[in-house]
């Protein structure tokens, strides 16, 4: 079945370091793409998605490109800041114009030193 | 944006009471909504879909007798967690589908329910 992984944290940086989470899929067609973030106390909050390859979602300073040749879409970041510190979750949905069935990673926590 | 809240945010209680949990909608009508359930250093897992005005759609190992689920509103759906136990203690998450375009649905978040069998 389909499926997400995405790299374990927590992962901690210092503020304005550059940022990447790694994130590949595995699905049968051609799946939409997205990035969501957790706050503390807060629910998870769509960051960005993508639906077709190469397609690139951008939001807050973030990107991410949909690689369908080595199934990736890889969060990064220029220069993080301490509000950046959350928990990130990589996913996928196999519905064009629903957010149906959403296929979540494990989400990677992040921490951003002062 | 959209909101979705959760009551309670937390809950603890004993082996064998059952449990309620809410999640409504409060700035917009949700004939759909989802609940999720996760476990620590684990990805969400959804366990059924919530229609308003009819029966929920169990994903395959979810008991549903277990997990009674209750759409009675558009903008509310209640999750029961009947006679608890501690492998039950989890993280339970709800979303509610939102039309935000012509043919355009996303889902929003609520904040979670930790529930601590004891």
């Known amino acids: 079945g389909d499926s997400v992984t995405q790299m374990e944290g927590p992962v901690t940086l210092s503020e304005e370091a550059f940022l990447t989470i790694n994130c590949t899929y595995t699905?049968?067609?051609?799946?939409?793409l997205f990035w969501y973030v957790q706050y503390p106390g807060e629910g998870l909050q769509l960051l960005l998605k993508?639906?077709?390859?190469?397609d690139k979602g951008s939001n807050k300073g973030f990107e991410a490109t949909y690689r369908k040749e080595t199934t990736s879409f890889h969060l990064e970041k220029g220069s993080v800041q301490v509000s950046d510190s959350a928990v990130y979750f990589c996913?996928?949905?196999?519905?064009?114009?629903?957010?149906?069935?959403?296929?979540f990673g494990k989400g990677t926590r992040l921490h951003i030193l002062p | 944006g959209a909101v979705v809240s959760q009551h309670p945010s937390w809950v603890i209680c004993k082996s064998g009471t059952s449990v309620k949990i809410e999640c409504r909608s409060l700035?917009?009508?949700?004939?759909?909504m989802f609940w999720y359930r996760q476990f620590p250093k684990q990805s969400l897992m959804l366990m059924a879909t919530?229609?308003?005005?009819?029966?929920?759609?169990?994903e395959q190992g979810v008991e549903k007798d277990k997990f009674l689920i209750n759409h009675a509103s558009l903008t509310l759906s209640t999750l029961t967690v009947t006679s608890a136990h501690p492998e039950d203690s989890s993280f339970y998450i709800c979303?509610?589908?939102?039309?935000?375009?012509?043919?355009?649905?996303?889902?929003?978040f609520g904040p979670g329910t930790r529930l601590l069998v004891l």
């Open positions: 699905a049968t067609g051609y799946p939409s």
């Open positions: 979303s509610a589908y939102r039309l935000v375009g012509l043919y355009q649905e996303t889902q929003y």
């Open positions: 996913a996928l949905s196999d519905q064009p114009n629903r957010d149906d069935k959403i296929i």
């Open positions: 993508a639906t077709k390859a190469d």
């Open positions: 919530s229609n308003e005005g009819s029966k929920a759609t169990y």
């Open positions: 700035d917009f009508q949700a004939t759909t």
